[in-house]
């Protein structure tokens, strides 16, 4: 073999290069599946199943967003005796209220960025700025 | 083709440079705009629109003039610019470029821009302005490529492009008046609510535009052993001389409309670019300098073409055309989109200063324009070296 | 999909039987009780709006339909008490969330306090009476019935809610043209030039803000009819008669009742946008 000394390291640091998402996760926490947190509340019921929430609650927030903007639909959900206006903010924050421990966890893992929250405040940024009401 | 904007003279090179330089410049304005927003810009609530749609209006208009090249050439059958009907198209497809890069640099939320093809609004000008200047950039990349195709291979170009070429004339007039209309057809607005705007704006673009393919054949004569050929060069010449006049036309009839009628909301944004305009004691008269900066350089400009002795002279005749270039930017890419906010709608008066962030993404964006401009020139310009020679 | 859409329409058609909550003080919808059964139906496809409201314009008016929500301003009660209108305006930024920049051209206003002759350019008269054009009149979205912005919008971000008349914004669908604020006749829309969050003085939890870049104005209160409120301005006024706020295509309503009585004006009416924002002056 030709040029034994700078193939092997080469290869090796290629393989390397290559595996890199493998190995940091593995040796680092980014890898771990995340634990999004319940809510401190201790409610047990959504507004659907978990499963469902966890595969498509943004195809449900978006379909709020349009009823409640575009189709002047904002008929107030009531599952179970509980009243759930159709709003992010409005309702799923009042269980939700970490946004940081439960939205983030998965956001973060899956490197998604919602642009949810350059509007929508979650209740640890109403609590910096004194709330009215 | 696409080879020949490998290898130049060292002068190409440092060209592509500079203007590499001027790019660099504005991609890092415009991050940090993107990161910032828009607040970095001179724009205000007032005047909502700044440089970057005025630049877009102006550079329309150059796109739409390189139809004043493939009219003569394809229509009327004018032989004489057949070496130079290439430089239209392709300056089309620079100017076309630069448009929509002005438009990026103008939104808010440039990430959504495809909402205007997921949520189509037949009602909005916008609308159908996205279709026309993006079939236009379409038709002009195909027309020219297929041509000078054709003509590097010393044969006849295919049956079938001619039908793009003509569907390229109307398309040309149509980005034009779509843009026009993108101003004309707002209700509060007294400056742009005039029916002439449509012809005042293809005329300064059949204007502006040969004049810049015009010095563009000047320095490709010194530099690039390029001749256009006298006789194109004097028709392009008769051109610009008709459609500059033409505009200055509009322009003077926009002026008796507003004075003679001597209604307020016809006069005040003509009085706030010519003459400044008073209001609280305080007088604004930013566009002042400019206005008569573009009278002065529009009319020289075509007094110099009209005389027969000034324009035999390739360094006059240069001069001429980039005064009447300057002249129609300052009119349409300055004064016209900035003065249509003046006053607002509420009859304060708020003026718009660029700041220097913005100029930099101007200036680079022009840049990128330049630069695509020399490229596709540099591949025109070498196949027909190679055909000749 | 078809299944989740299903599941969530059994949702929401249960809930329809709970209604809106507290009794709405405007009547909000043509027909009540269905206008909730239809808006489930029509969640599934995309926006069903814009096709129902009749009124072309053109020659004569064509009876109208539906509901179209509108305000009447008492400016008078405004000149004799200036501090009720500082509160309405007060009232409005808090409860919307909007940033009070410091510097004027990058501002955010929703409702507003501006010259008499800016407000009503076509109502000035040479010698005019000082108490009345003296004093500031407000300006806010005029909610047209023809709204240019509307029709200069090339996303639907702005349109006109064909169930109220309010022309509302969606901001998630915004790109930040512009081509809106160069078309509305009475300068009622803002841009944000920044990120407003470090510029909103305190924060009204029940409501989002707004991000960089979207263009925004007043939504009517939209949020607060939905739970039976009035408008947050007519509320910082009651009881004094300065905003009266209503459906003006119901010939017994307050707003129309008040018009019948008195003399009114809307705002530049040679623009035919049709404004839903009338005043006494």
Not at chain 2, 179 to 208: D, E, K, N, V
Not at chain 3, 6 to 14: M, P, S, T, V, Y
């Amino acid at each position: 073999m030709y040029n034994k000394g700078t193939i092997i390291p080469g290869l090796i640091i290629f393989v390397l290069f290559v595996t890199f998402p493998i190995w940091f996760n593995g040796l680092t926490t980014a890898g771990d599946l995340p634990k999004p947190e319940l809510p401190p509340g201790g409610e047990k019921k959504c507004v659907e199943s978990a499963d469902y929430m966890r595969a498509s609650h943004m195809q449900l927030l978006n379909k709020w967003r349009d009823n409640v903007l575009r189709d002047g639909n904002r008929e107030i959900l009531e599952i179970d005796g509980k009243k759930y206006p159709k709003g992010l903010q409005t309702a799923c924050m009042n269980c939700h209220s970490q946004k940081e421990k439960f939205c983030d966890s998965c956001h973060t893992y899956a490197a998604v960025e919602p642009y949810c929250w350059d509007c929508h405040l979650t209740p640890k940024e109403t609590a910096s700025k004194e709330a009215i009401h | 083709m696409i080879e020949k904007t490998l290898k130049g003279k060292p002068a190409y090179w440092i060209w592509l440079a500079f203007l590499g330089m001027f790019m660099a410049v504005g991609a890092a304005c415009y991050i940090r705009q993107y990161n910032v927003g828009l607040g970095l810009t001179g724009m205000s609530r007032d005047v909502s629109w700044g440089l970057y749609i005025s630049q877009f209006t102006f550079l329309v208009g150059v796109a739409a003039g390189g139809v004043m090249l493939v009219l003569p050439y394809y229509v009327h059958n004018y032989k004489e610019f057949g070496r130079i009907t290439i430089l239209g198209e392709f300056l089309a497809i620079a100017a076309i470029i630069m448009c929509l890069l002005f438009i990026m640099a103008d939104l808010g939320q440039p990430m959504r821009a495809l909402n205007v093809v997921l949520h189509p609004s037949p009602n909005s000008m916008l609308f159908y302005d996205a279709i026309v200047l993006n079939g236009y950039l379409f038709l002009n990349i195909l027309c020219g490529w297929v041509i000078l195709t054709a003509e590097k291979k010393q044969v006849k170009p295919p049956k079938w492009i001619y039908f793009f070429v003509y569907l390229s004339i109307p398309f040309a007039v149509s980005i034009h008046t779509v843009t026009a209309m993108l101003y004309c057809g707002l209700p509060g607005r007294h400056f742009w609510l005039s029916a002439i705007i449509a012809p005042r704006f293809l005329a300064s673009a059949f204007a502006a535009g040969p004049a810049l393919i015009l010095i563009a054949c000047l320095v490709l004569k010194r530099v690039a052993n390029f001749d256009a050929g006298r006789k194109a060069m004097n028709k392009l010449i008769t051109i610009i001389i008709y459609a500059a006049l033409l505009n200055m036309f509009f322009v003077g009839l926009e002026f008796f409309v507003a004075y003679y009628s001597n209604m307020p909301g016809h006069i005040e944004a003509l009085q706030y670019m010519f003459f400044g305009m008073e209001h609280h004691g305080v007088m604004y008269n930013n566009l002042v300098p400019f206005m008569w900066a573009f009278v002065v350089l529009a009319f020289g400009a075509i007094a110099l073409l009209v005389t027969p002795a000034a324009r035999k002279n390739d360094l006059v005749l240069g001069i001429a055309c980039l005064m009447l270039f300057v002249a129609f930017w300052l009119d349409k890419g300055v004064g016209f989109v900035l003065a249509g906010f003046v006053p607002n709608p509420l009859g304060e008066i708020v003026e718009y200063i660029p700041t220097m962030n913005e100029i930099g993404i101007t200036l680079g964006v022009w840049a990128t324009g330049f630069m695509v401009v020399t490229l596709l020139y540099k591949i025109a310009i070498g196949v027909e070296h190679e055909v000749e020679g | 999909m078809d299944k989740h859409r299903r599941k969530f329409l059994k949702i929401a058609g249960a809930s329809v039987v709970a209604g809106i909550g507290a009794p709405a003080i405007i009547k909000l919808t043509a027909t009540p009780a269905l206008a909730s059964g239809q808006g489930v139906a029509a969640a599934g496809h995309e926006a069903a709006p814009a096709a129902e409201h009749g009124g072309q314009g053109g020659h004569g008016e064509e009876a109208p339909q539906g509901v179209r929500l509108g305000m009447v301003i008492d400016l008078r009660k405004f000149n004799e008490r200036p501090e009720l209108l500082d509160a309405a305006i007060a009232t409005c930024i808090a409860v919307h969330n909007i940033p009070e920049f410091p510097n004027s051209k990058d501002e955010v206003k929703w409702i507003w306090k501006a010259p008499f002759s800016g407000v009503f350019p076509e109502h000035s008269s040479q010698h005019s009476a000082k108490k009345i054009t003296g004093n500031p009149a407000v300006s806010l979205c005029n909610h047209c019935d023809e709204p240019p912005c509307v029709r200069a919008c090339p996303t639907q971000a702005t349109f006109r809610n064909s169930a109220n008349g309010i022309v509302a914004m969606d901001y998630h669908r915004c790109i930040g043209c512009r081509f809106c604020m160069a078309a509305c006749p009475y300068g009622s829309r803002s841009f944000n030039w920044y990120d407003p969050r470090p510029y909103i003085k305190k924060y009204n939890k029940d409501f989002p803000s707004r991000m960089k870049g979207v263009v925004e104005k007043c939504n009517f209160c939209s949020e607060r009819l939905a739970l039976g409120q009035e408008p947050a301005c007519v509320e910082a006024c009651q009881g004094t008669g300065a905003i009266t706020f209503g459906d003006l295509n119901d010939p017994n309503s307050g707003v129309r009742r008040l018009l019948d009585k008195e003399f009114s004006i809307q705002r530049k009416p040679s623009i035919g946008s049709k404004p839903s924002v009338f005043y006494i002056v």
